[in-house]
């Protein structure tokens, strides 16, 4: 309960109720948290630093030149941070920036954070500011630009609210990533939704590296809703980090163009479904998952997919909303309850706080804000069932109870 409250101090002082909070104190015991103010105090919490800073022209002043202890390039690696924060981020909260409406606490801090980012992106445009961000330094900001061409077409809001100049100058630094040469592998995907935000918005787009993912992601489908990540299979999480978010965003705004896909959109939706409810049996009772493969230090990111479908509202029938937002919302504090979580404000390297031994080769300050993707169904209004119905326990919640749960077999997902 006190974790609760302080939490709920945090969120309400930050959207200017902090006076109003003081004086009910005297009167009334502080309520706990709605599972919507918790995820609201938890995102600000994480992407305050970088979308103030940004807005302030002071990012590259004050965010840590942090590397993986086991960094192949570590003056590269800190170059391309930047971008991959703010790609990061806005993915993550694009859907929540576009809402309208909520309590007079949510609006408040939205339309300080609607202020922010778009300051913040018109200083990385503008080679006259510190915050200025080049997208030709590294093949890295291939990626970083697919993040942010994926928050422009999740919310179209935040592109429509750009300056025509900064659209332009947006769409030329998103074009200059053509130059890199993605690998043989989920990169695939960043070259496609990159086209993907020129076909969405009126540009001149390059339909073979569409063509090329979605083709090349069927030779790699393996079953039961799993793709390989190039040759060989690993069980790690990038199947919800990366490739199933972007299938189903790539192949249903290309389906708007063309009916050449519509085959394959319907199995992509049958394996979208299938791997999310794998992914609500993975959340364990307490929040934990298994702490297998590559990039664990994108913590919720783990399960972007989950979130994705929840705040897409394309999950399947035996998957209720409020069950998911139980799995999620553990997993949300289970990788953000260590005192070590943070450092000065800014996430650390890590899953469960700072283990600087768990990063890879490729990560560094700006990379474990992918965590952000687990924000998605805050773009959801809080009166949607996936936050206003009841809580509903999850499956390993049921299981470790001794609830009897349906057995989980699948067949025909091809």
């Known amino acids: 309960m006190k974790k609760h409250v302080i939490l709920f101090v945090l969120f309400l002082s930050l959207s200017g109720g902090s006076a109003a909070l003081a004086q ?7 309520r706990a948290l709605t599972d919507r103010e918790y995820w609201l105090a938890e995102m600000d919490k994480m992407v305050r630093p970088v979308l103030y800073s940004l807005a ?35 993915s993550g909260i694009a859907p929540w920036l576009a809402l309208e409406g ?17 300051k913040g992106i018109a200083n990385s445009l503008d080679s006259t500011k510190r915050d200025y961000m080049p997208y030709n330094i590294a093949g890295q900001q291939l990626v ?10 999740r919310a179209p809001w935040l592109w429509e609210h750009l300056p025509a100049a900064d659209k332009e100058k947006m769409a030329a630094a998103i074009r200059t990533t053509r130059q890199f040469r993605p690998g043989f592998s989920n990169w695939l995907l960043f070259s496609a939704m990159n086209e993907i935000f020129f076909a969405r918005f009126g540009y001149d787009y390059d339909p073979m590296r569409i063509d090329y993912a979605l083709m ?29 978010p972007y299938l189903a965003v790539v192949v249903n705004e290309i389906s708007k163009k063309t009916s050449v896909y519509k085959s394959m959109a319907e199995k992509i939706k049958l394996r979208n479904e299938r791997f999310a409810v794998i992914q609500e049996r993975m959340i364990g009772a307490d929040g934990s998952f ?5 990039s664990l230090i994108y913590r919720g990111a783990a399960f972007h997919h989950l979130a994705d479908m ?20 553990a997993m949300l504090k289970k990788t953000l309850e260590s005192p070590s979580t943070y450092k ?71």
């Open 24 to 30: 009910k104190k005297k009167t009334a015991p502080v």
């Open 290 to 294: 298994p702490p297998t493969g590559r």
């Open 102 to 118: 909520g309590s007079r606490q949510e609006v408040a801090l939205r339309n300080q954070y609607r202020q922010w980012v778009l």
């Open 216 to 244: 090349q992601h069927e030779q790699w489908y393996v079953g039961d809703g799993m793709y390989k990540d190039g040759d060989s299979y690993a069980f790690d999480y990038y199947n919800s980090y990366v490739i199933h």
């Open 310 to 329: 929840a705040w897409r509202k394309a999950l399947p029938a035996e998957l209720k909303p409020a069950q998911v937002r139980g799995a999620l919302t």
């Open 144 to 153: 970083d630009a697919s993040f942010l061409a994926l928050a422009f077409v």
């Open 344 to 414: 000065d404000g800014w996430l650390t390297l890590g899953l469960y706080g700072s283990q600087p031994d768990i990063a890879d080769v490729y990560n560094n300050q700006g990379s474990p804000y992918l965590a952000t993707a687990v924000f998605l169904p805050l773009g959801l209004p809080e009166s949607d069932p996936f936050w206003s119905a009841p809580a509903e326990k999850w499956t390993q919640q049921k299981v470790w109870t001794g609830e009897d749960v349906k057995n989980d077999y699948k067949t025909g997902i091809k």
């Open 56 to 90: 302030q022209d002071s990012l590259r002043i004050v965010m840590p030149h942090t590397v993986s202890v086991r960094t192949d390039n570590r003056e590269s690696r800190i170059k391309v941070q930047y971008v991959e924060v703010l790609g990061r981020v806005l």
